[in-house]
């Protein structure tokens, strides 16, 4: 027979093993790809603005003046489908925060149960059984009842972080899809605010080409009378006719893009088709707010995407550190207390009812590492990859800013040149009549004179919307337009807010 090893001996051997385990996975643990700088370096004003310093940006309800175009933000702001589903992903994401939380602490469990047993004779436990009397004098039930009513205990004991770790990740990822929220508001807004003034400048657009039908109809039943007159020649009535119809088709595809552009913004609003109610002077810039550009360093506070990005990159990092935890040992606690018995006669809480136990487990990785490698290595690669869209995300931020800050400049020049044009041409449609009508000008320069004209006021509509679109496009790229979620979430119990 062999001697029993000593208590010592099993001592040492016991504390040797934890050793082994709580050193050698850290010895072997990989070590993370390596990073390249996540702060790319950003230049320090914006190309033609000079003396600048830290900027703000105004709300959208100071920045738009418009009364309504502020109203039908706000109506899309409560009623837009997109941002709800947004609202009930950072919703989800927020109770993965706090599942990532409870992990931290122990899972206490409270049960009862209740059965009866008849063991073979010829097994173990059955022969134990024949032989020993449960109660003195009394023969043992069959079957065997047993009634147990307990309290389990459970714990992780988070001694290297990784349970941490993955809680503060999740968190960070909470706060991503509020940015990310945050980034859909500036672009609703900014959308609204596009075909607002799209649909503004195709009002004008509408006025000026009905106008110069009317201008051409006078011109076409003056050519008729000419023409009775021997004056002219039929072609020159059938010049002007046709530059009459040309316009009047014209109308009806203006009128079909008034229509489209209506019903973009109610589905932006979140609602059914209906009229879109708008300012005749929507197309004044002076209805914008000044833009205040700032420096390029702002755009890390402002832009939301830009934030959501670092907020991904900070949680890609932890879950990096919590991947590498996992080579560790993990260390678990169990304890149970209740009570236990065969019978409700005896005492419920009489010593010999208790039942009760704790065990603590440290376990290591030995064999099956290549998993717990694979997954390390993974999240190390979407860190990587994290910081190069966060560079990406700030250079993308930056070339949009200098983009429309260009834009502005550029296009107020043109404006400036393209209304004198817009005048001279004006001037030349009268012109051209009162000569035509003294047999000074041919009829081909009174057509030619009209359509220049009717270009050119078409072109200055069209530079004058591209140059507010150019001031919304800054303002939301600047980072403008972000509201609370107080303003977007409809209020429990209210129906949709209807428009205007």
């Not at 073979?120 to 032989?131: I, P, Y």
């Not at 004991?157 to 706060?175: F, P, S």
Request: charged share 25%.
């Amino acid at each position: 027979m062999k001697r029993a090893m000593p208590n010592a001996s099993k001592f040492l051997l016991t504390a040797l093993a934890t050793a082994i385990l709580a050193v050698a996975p850290g010895c072997l643990t990989p070590k993370p790809d390596p990073l390249p700088s996540s702060t790319p370096p950003l230049p320090d004003q914006f190309p033609g603005v000079t003396g600048a310093t830290n900027g703000t940006v105004l709300g959208w309800r100071e920045f738009f003046r418009d009364p309504a175009l502020a109203e039908l933000i706000s109506t899309a702001l409560t009623n837009n489908q997109e941002l709800h589903i947004l609202l009930q992903e950072v919703a989800a994401s927020r109770a993965e925060v706090g599942g990532r939380k409870g992990a931290l602490f122990p899972f206490v469990t409270l049960g009862g149960g209740a059965g009866a047993e008849k063991p073979s004779r010829n097994t173990l436990q059955g022969a134990v059984e024949d032989q020993i009397e449960i109660e003195p004098g009394k023969e043992n039930p069959e079957p065997l009842p047993n009634y147990a009513v307990a309290a389990e205990f459970e714990w992780e004991v988070d001694i290297w972080k990784k349970l941490r770790n993955e809680r503060d990740a999740a968190v960070q990822r909470y706060l991503a899809t509020q940015a990310g929220r945050n980034f859909a508001v500036t672009r609703l807004v900014s959308e609204i605010a596009a075909s607002y003034y799209e649909l503004i400048s195709l009002d004008a657009l509408l006025g000026i080409v009905e106008r110069m039908v009317d201008v051409q109809e006078k011109a076409l039943e003056s050519v008729r009378l000419k023409k009775a007159a021997g004056r002219v020649t039929e072609l020159a009535v059938r010049r002007f006719e046709a530059e009459v119809l040309k316009n009047r088709s014209r109308l009806f595809g203006i009128r079909q893009q008034i229509t489209e552009t209506e019903n973009r913004l109610n589905v932006l609003a979140g609602r059914y088709p209906q009229p879109v109610r708008r300012s005749s002077d929507g197309l004044d810039p002076a209805m914008l707010a000044a833009l205040d550009a700032g420096i390029p360093s702002d755009l890390l506070r402002h832009r939301p995407d830009v934030r959501q990005a670092e907020l991904e990159l900070t949680a890609s990092g932890l879950e990096v550190k919590a991947a590498g935890a996992r080579f560790y040992p993990a260390l678990s606690i169990s304890a149970a207390v209740g009570l236990e018995s065969f019978t409700f006669g005896s005492p419920i809480f009489a010593k010999e009812n208790m039942l009760y136990g704790a065990a603590a487990n440290l376990v290591g990785p030995l064999i099956n590492r290549s998993a717990i490698r694979a997954a390390f290595k993974g999240a190390s690669a979407r860190q990587v990859a994290a910081v190069y869209e966060y560079q990406q995300t700030v250079l993308k931020a930056y070339v949009e800013v200098v983009n429309e800050l260009s834009r502005i400049r550029n296009v107020g020049q043109g404006y400036e040149l393209k209304s004198k044009q817009a005048a001279a041409l004006a001037d030349s449609v009268s012109l051209s009549s009162l000569l035509f009508d003294s047999a000074r000008a041919d009829y081909t320069e009174v057509l030619l004179t009209q359509r220049e004209a009717l270009e050119a006021r078409m072109e200055l509509v069209e530079i004058q919307q591209t140059r507010l679109l150019a001031a919304v496009q800054a303002y939301r790229a600047l980072g403008g337009g972000v509201v609370e979620a107080r303003e977007v979430t409809p209020h429990a119990g209210e129906g949709a807010t209807s428009g205007p």
